[in-house]
């Protein structure tokens, strides 16, 4: 037997679908027989182009082949990120051609991958498992702001998103939110596997928060992409600038609305905000057991009600104070699973000031949280429902 694996980000990039299908693979290798195989179809290192990470392009780790892709260097801009998928695209066609699997899981942020999938799983005859952590199409109608663009782009991508979940053997779908969107189109069957909260994480659990009481300045930080859905420039300017030196943000990370961020930073002359190149995860950790709270935002689009940020395992697998700017589907997650969390509206920030003016810290062991929501036990759950799929596969 052997499984075709295609994700777009793999270890040891940064990313949210990076840790997520390594942990999967993880388990998966060790479900299948010493002679099955699976094939993982990735690219070199490439979320961040300030963060460099060294890996092979070919590697092998038992019955698993993990093969990376070259692709060009780009800065997560809109065309470098076409250009990017398409070479991704027509590598996979030519590294799989002539090959024979039994089964394809294709890991979906971005529209493409998934698309992929779909069309060597019509071509090769195969069952296809799609992992779906983002609706593409949805996204891009908020982020599009030229009609004509828009006219002509959404209803292609409406199409390929239909003939993509069409023909799926199964879906799953990391957030609940996503469910309504796609049952008017996919009749198929279905899952609901979240993100996780990793074993390196579950470790700052274990860490009693340091009395800061004494403390003159609060360290607020967020670590992550800074790109047009996180909206960070909408909202940290105008909170550091009226919270004053009683409160510091860090924020870690790189991504396309960067340079509208520290723009805006400099215009309001806002001098309580560093911003630092992203990190591994070694030196994430302990920047979050520097902080006082552990900050996240979306962008107030109708797109992002639907989503569940992988953020969110991540922090509230610590004991630090959470402050979130979201919405929908992600603002009922934290209020249901970590109520004692700072909740606000997207973008706005007297509200935000008025709830963390009255926050009272309570350094919470947040036990069902880390139990329910622990990356391994989902994962494996996760790898069952994919070889169910495989009409020889015995548990």
Not at 106 to 125: C, E, I, V, W
Not at 291 to 317: Q, T
Not at 350 to 372: A, H, I, V, W
Request: hydrophobic content about 35%.
């Amino acid at each position: 037997m052997k499984i075709l694996f295609l994700s777009f980000f793999y270890k040891p990039d940064l990313s949210a679908g990076s840790f997520r299908n390594t942990a999967l693979v993880d388990i998966l290798k060790n479900k299948i027989k010493p002679e099955d195989e699976i094939e993982v179809l990735t690219t070199m290192p490439n979320r961040y182009h300030t963060f460099k990470a060294q890996a092979s392009e070919t590697e092998t780790d038992g019955n698993v082949t993990i093969r990376r892709i070259k692709l060009s260097a780009h800065k997560n801009g809109f065309a470098d990120q076409v250009i990017s998928y398409r070479d991704y695209y027509r590598s996979v066609k030519r590294l799989t051609k002539g090959k024979n699997y039994d089964l394809i899981y294709a890991s979906s942020s971005k529209l493409f991958t998934a698309f992929l999938g779909a069309r060597l799983a019509k071509k090769m005859r195969l069952p296809l498992y799609l992992d779906i952590r983002d609706i593409f199409t949805d996204t891009m109608n908020e982020v599009l702001k030229n009609k004509i663009a828009k006219t002509f782009i959404l209803p292609s991508l409406k199409f390929i998103e239909r003939y993509t979940v069409n023909n799926a053997s199964h879906i799953n779908f990391v957030s609940k939110g996503f469910e309504n969107y796609f049952k008017s189109i996919y009749k198929g069957s279905t899952s609901f596997y979240t993100n996780g909260i990793d074993d390196e994480f579950l470790e700052l659990a274990n860490q009693q928060n340091k009395n800061n009481s004494l403390k003159t300045e609060k360290l607020i930080t967020y670590a992550g992409n800074i790109g047009e859905g996180q909206g960070l420039e909408k909202i940290i300017p105008f909170a550091a600038k009226k919270l004053g030196n009683k409160y510091k943000f860090r924020i870690i990370g790189d991504g396309g609305a960067k340079k509208h961020l520290v723009n805006k930073l400099q215009e309001m002359k806002v001098d309580n905000v560093e911003i630092l190149q992203p990190v591994n995860r070694n030196k994430l950790k302990e920047h979050y057991a520097e902080s006082d709270f552990l900050f996240l935002h979306l962008n107030n689009y109708k797109a992002f009600e639907k989503v569940l940020p992988s953020k969110i395992f991540e922090y509230g697998a610590t004991r630090k104070g959470i402050i979130a700017g979201v919405g929908g589907y992600a603002n009922q997650f934290i209020h249901e699973n970590i109520p004692d969390a700072i909740l606000f509206s997207p973008g706005e920030t007297d509200e935000l000031l008025e709830k963390l003016n009255s926050y009272k810290p309570n350094g919470n062991y947040r036990q069902k949280f880390l139990e329910k929501f622990n990356r391994n036990r989902i994962m494996n759950e996760m790898a069952e429902s994919i070889l169910k799929l495989l009409p020889d596969y015995k548990k």
